[in-house]
């Protein structure tokens, strides 16, 4: 899975999940965060419901998460375990 960022045109930043393959990928969610801070507590729980929300032939499927490095992001995987 992949995670990344993105502005809208209302300036909101948006949360994007993506399932990626050497061949293809799909947008899992999208999720407008509005005002809500994106603390590293919400992005592990986001990640968490992601995957959770995959069926059970294609989690097991799953062989990492990709983000960038920042400090919140870090500060997430330590919440999950990683």
């Keep these: 899975m992949q995670a990344d960022n993105a502005k809208g045109t209302n300036s909101y930043p948006y949360l994007l999940h993506f399932a990626c393959s050497p061949s ?3 947008l ?3 999720k407008n965060c509005g005002s809500t801070s994106k603390s590293a507590e919400f992005l592990a729980d986001k990640f968490t419901r992601v995957y959770e929300s995959l ?3 294609i ?3 799953i ?3 990709v983000t960038n490095n920042c400090t919140t992001n870090r500060s997430a995987w330590r919440i999950l375990g990683g």
């Design 28 to 30: 899992l969610d999208i």
């Design 55 to 57: 069926t059970d032939d």
């Design 63 to 65: 062989r990492g998460y």
């Design 59 to 61: 989690r097991p499927k």
């Design 24 to 26: 293809s990928g799909y």
